[in-house]
């Protein structure tokens, strides 16, 4: 596919406004799953991308994405890649992502702000934007979670039709290296008979396709969503069954968590509840099919993961 940020290049590449929708981050994990569902669904999908010939671009333009050239920190871009499209899927890097972004939390918010802005002024229909999920009002004192509910407060105040999807933790983000998977054993915040929620990034490429397809249903809806719940416990049993050996589950220990300030937030977030993720999924289902089962995902999806992370030995990064 051509890429261009001439506005005639976009008449004609980006297909009826009535089934195009700018997918931000579609070289990542959350906008790639959209781009993907949208594209199985009919829709003509746009991402505007810092390289158009990098390795990551040129896979999205091979499966009919077209590629505008831009960044978030360049609003002229932005507007051209926005121009005459029906729909925006809007998600920013985080500094919770860790320093290669470069991403300050201010400048998310400002990258957020000015995507809703932008999304008004060229008469978007439907912006979906993705924040995290987090429940209980107030800040958490995590700027990269803080940062989000700022976003989503914006968006809910302008005058665009939105709809806001809070995502559980990633099953793809469980199985980073550093996790202890490559000694045996499995390391994370909750507790070993605490449950906590995590969802497929490909599940949130299906609902959000969904939620393009029928806006009028979900316009001005916050919606929580996950795949599955599962307790430290599972998450081993299931470890166990996938790798065909031994995995023992631990709550990270209290001396790290005491050392680490970051991560003893992270975990006291979990304790309070916040971040254990609140979805109603049995009625997700109702509204948006089956979703995919954290075993179910290990043997799919999720097999090649597993492997890399039993084989990896390294520092996880942060998991949001």
Known sequence: MS?????????????????????????????????????????????????????????????????????????????????????????????????????????????????????????????VYTSIAISGAGPTGMGHFDSKLEIEDHVRNLDLPSTIVRPASFMELLLLPGMGLDEGAYNFFLRPDQAGQVIAVRDIGKIVAAIFADPERFTGRTIEIASDELTGKDIGEKLTHAAGRPIQYHRFPDALLEENAFLGRLADLFDEGRLAANADIAALEREFGKLTRFDEWLAGPGKPLLRAATETKGVAVALR
Not at 95 to 107: M, R, V
């Open 3 to 127: 890429t261009s940020t001439e506005s005639t290049t976009i008449q004609s590449a980006g297909g009826d406004k009535g089934r195009t929708v700018l997918v931000f981050g579609a070289t990542g994990q959350q906008g790639g799953a959209v781009a993907a569902a949208l594209l199985s669904n009919g829709w003509s999908v746009r991402s505007l991308v810092r390289d158009p010939s990098s390795g990551k671009a040129k896979d999205l333009a091979s499966l009919g994405v077209t590629l505008f050239a831009g960044d978030l920190a360049d609003p002229t871009s932005i507007q051209a890649a926005m121009k005459g499209v029906h729909g925006v899927f809007s998600v920013q890097p985080s500094s919770g992502q860790g320093a290669a972004y470069g991403i300050t939390d201010e400048q998310e918010v400002r990258y957020g702000k000015a995507v809703a802005d932008l999304a008004l002024a060229e008469g978007v229909r439907h912006l």
